[in-house]
T-cell receptor, first 112, second 113 residues
Framework: DAKTTQPPSMDCAEGRAANLPCNHSTISGNEYVYWYRQIHSQGPQYIIHGLKNNETNEMASLIITEDRKSSTLILPHATLRDTAVYYCIVREVRRNTDKLIFGTGTRLQVFP | DAGVIQSPRHEVTEMGQEVTLRCKPISGHDYLFWYRQTMMRGLELLIYFNNNVPIDDSGMPEDRFSAKMPNASFSTLKIQPSEPRDSAVYFC???????????FGPGTRLTVT
C-alpha cells in the first residue's frame, strides 16, 4: 500500500507557483521521498527526490519538514504543460528492493 | 539513448487469445519493471527484475500472466489466455541502482474484447 496522502486535485494559474503537499507520517529513517508525474497518456516521469534536506533541480524544488512527516513539491512558475497527475512516493532504496508504490496522486490543472 | 522502448503501442485482441508485450530497457540499466494502469486500480507494479532475475512477482494477478527477461536488453510480459478485465495500459520501466530514478516507456494500450 502507498504510504503517502495527497489531495486528489489542485488548480494553479499559469506563471504562478504550484505547491503540492504530501503527508508521509509513517516514514522511516532510511526512506526517501520521491516525486513523479504523469502527463496524460504518457509514462510517469521522475521529478525529484530527497531524504531530509531540501532539494532543487531544473524542474522543481522539494521541501521536507524537519520531522520528515510531510513534504511539498514546488513548481516555481507553472506552465500549461505542467498539467499532470503528480505522485508522491516513499521508498526505501536498497539493492534488490527497488520498488515504487504509486498512490492516487494529485491531479494538477494549470489554467491560463 | 532512445529511452525505454515498448511494442506494440496498441494491441486489440479477442478474449482467449495469447498476448505478448515487449520491452527494451535503457542500455546499462540493471532493473526492469512491469506496471499496469487502469482507471479503477491506478498504477500497479506487476513484477520486477534485477540483472535479469525476477525479484518480486507478488503483483502478478494470476497464473495467466508470465514475464521473462532472457537477457539484459529484452523482456516480455505474456497473458494467456487474455480476458476483457486485462484491458489496461502496460508500462515497462528500467533503472540503475546508481541513478535512483526509473525511466518509463510510452506504454502498450491493450484492449481485450
Amino acid at each position: 500500500d502507498a504510504k503517502t496522502t495527497q489531495p486528489p486535485s489542485m488548480d494553479c494559474a499559469e506563471g504562478r507557483a504550484a505547491n503540492l503537499p504530501c503527508n508521509h507520517s509513517t516514514i522511516s529513517g532510511n526512506e526517501y521521498v520521491y516525486w513523479y508525474r504523469q502527463i496524460h497518456s504518457q509514462g510517469p516521469q521522475y521529478i525529484i527526490h530527497g531524504l531530509k534536506n531540501n532539494e532543487t533541480n531544473e524542474m522543481a524544488s522539494l521541501i521536507i519538514t524537519e520531522d520528515r512527516k510531510s513534504s511539498t513539491l514546488i513548481l516555481p512558475h507553472a506552465t500549461l504543460r505542467d498539467t499532470a497527475v503528480y505522485y508522491c512516493i516513499v521508498r526505501e532504496v536498497r539493492r534488490n528492493t527497488d520498488k515504487l508504490i504509486f498512490g492516487t496522486g494529485t491531479r494538477l490543472q494549470v489554467f491560463p | 539513448d532512445a529511452g525505454v522502448i515498448q511494442s506494440p503501442r496498441h494491441e486489440v485482441t479477442e478474449m482467449g487469445q495469447e498476448v505478448t508485450l515487449r520491452c527494451k530497457p535503457i542500455s546499462g540499466h540493471d532493473y526492469l519493471f512491469w506496471y499496469r494502469q487502469t482507471m479503477m486500480r491506478g498504477l500497479e507494479l506487476l513484477i520486477y527484475f534485477n540483472n535479469n532475475v525476477p525479484i518480486d512477482d507478488s503483483g502478478m494477478p494470476e497464473d495467466r500472466f508470465s514475464a521473462k527477461m532472457p537477457n539484459a536488453s529484452f523482456s516480455t510480459l505474456k497473458i494467456q489466455p487474455s480476458e476483457p478485465r486485462d484491458s489496461a495500459v502496460y508500462f515497462c520501466a528500467s533503472s540503475s541502482f546508481m541513478t535512483y530514478e526509473q525511466y518509463f516507456g510510452p506504454g502498450t494500450r491493450l484492449t481485450v474484447t
